[in-house]
């Protein structure tokens, strides 16, 4: 009874770090055996949740659970990875309906529904680590790995928000990128990299911000200040010598009484003092880019002539 006690001690341990979860080949590495396996099941003790895979009693429900489930289930040398990685480490938004992992290339793993299998033969052990103790690629890898498989805004983005957490390692990433290159996603992130390099990282504070910078730099667009401040407030972004400025104007935080007002009264302030506006929706930003490239264009062309 006692050793069975310390038994049961470790695995309420182990599920607590694991958010709520524990893997039948851990049990057995605990000392747990098949038939006491069986009883706790029987007693509703341990709860299936996925093959393999047991909560302590109940099915806790959680995007890091779902995570966790996912990585335990398809074995130890599995881990999170891609978008999935790059959401466990704060780099983009979590919630994603499909989960990435990454596994050695010879590794015999079954497709699963809403789990994206990336296989890789240049997997160091450096770049595997654990983040609330799921099984993960490192920043370093992710920031790579993300690069082959969502736009360049996106990865402007994660980059700036790594390097917001302090999470950002220029020497580690350069490292990976010299053993990968020529793999998708390579030329993507050192055309981000070669850019924070000559004007430093913008700090944008939305993923519509790092898509309207990536229009500019893409088509040619002088590249504007971002965020700046004056008498007039932040603006979103600025080309002082043209005195022309964009707002973007996301549905989701120019709905509210407030923000129209502030909006409006932003709008006076830059007029008066002769600059031109142009707002620019996030739906007009997403479906019709090139309208909006030729919008900026205009106005700074027009402000220089």
């Given at each position: 009874?006692?050793?069975?006690?310390?038994?049961?001690?470790?695995?309420?341990?182990?599920?607590?770090?694991?958010?709520?979860?524990?893997?039948?080949?851990?049990?057995?590495?605990?000392?747990?055996?098949?038939?006491?396996?069986?009883?706790?099941?029987?007693?509703?003790?341990?709860?299936?949740?996925?093959?393999?895979?047991?909560?302590?009693?109940?099915?806790?429900?959680?995007?890091?659970?779902?995570?966790?489930?996912?990585?335990?289930?398809?074995?130890?040398?599995v881990v999170l990875s891609h978008r999935s990685a790059a959401a466990l480490w704060g780099l983009r938004p979590g919630g994603a309906s499909r989960v990435d992992v990454t596994c050695p290339s010879h590794a015999g793993r079954q497709a699963r529904a809403g789990v994206v299998v990336h296989r890789t033969r240049t997997l160091a052990p450096t770049e595997v680590t654990a983040s609330e103790a799921i099984p993960v690629t490192s920043v370093a890898r992710t920031l790579v790995d993300l690069a082959a498989v969502v736009r360049p805004h996106e990865v402007r983005r994660a980059v700036e928000r790594a390097d917001e957490a302090e999470l950002f390692d220029l020497r580690d990433v350069r490292r990976i990128l010299d053993v990968l290159r020529g793999r998708p996603g390579v030329a993507t992130l050192e055309a981000v990299l070669a850019d924070a390099a000559d004007h430093g990282l913008a700090h944008t504070r939305s993923d519509l911000e790092a898509l309207f910078l990536q229009l500019c730099l893409d088509r040619d667009i002088p590249r504007p200040v971002v965020n700046g401040r004056d008498g007039a407030g932040e603006v979103d972004f600025r080309w002082p010598d043209r005195r022309v400025a964009v707002e973007l104007d996301g549905y989701r935080w120019h709905r509210s009484r407030r923000a129209f007002e502030a909006d409006r009264a932003r709008s006076q302030v830059l007029a008066a003092r002769g600059w031109t506006l142009l707002r620019v929706s996030d739906r007009q930003l997403v479906r019709t880019p090139a309208t909006v490239a030729l919008r900026v264009t205009a106005a700074l062309r027009a402000a220089r002539a």
């Open positions: 009874m006692p050793q069975l006690r310390a038994i049961d001690r470790h695995i309420r341990l182990l599920a607590e770090r694991q958010h709520g979860l524990v893997a039948r080949r851990q049990l057995l590495a605990l000392g747990l055996g098949a038939e006491a396996i069986v009883h706790r099941r029987r007693t509703g003790r341990l709860v299936a949740v996925d093959r393999g895979v047991y909560a302590l009693g109940h099915r806790p429900s959680s995007v890091h659970t779902r995570w966790m489930q996912i990585v335990l289930v398809m074995g130890p040398r």
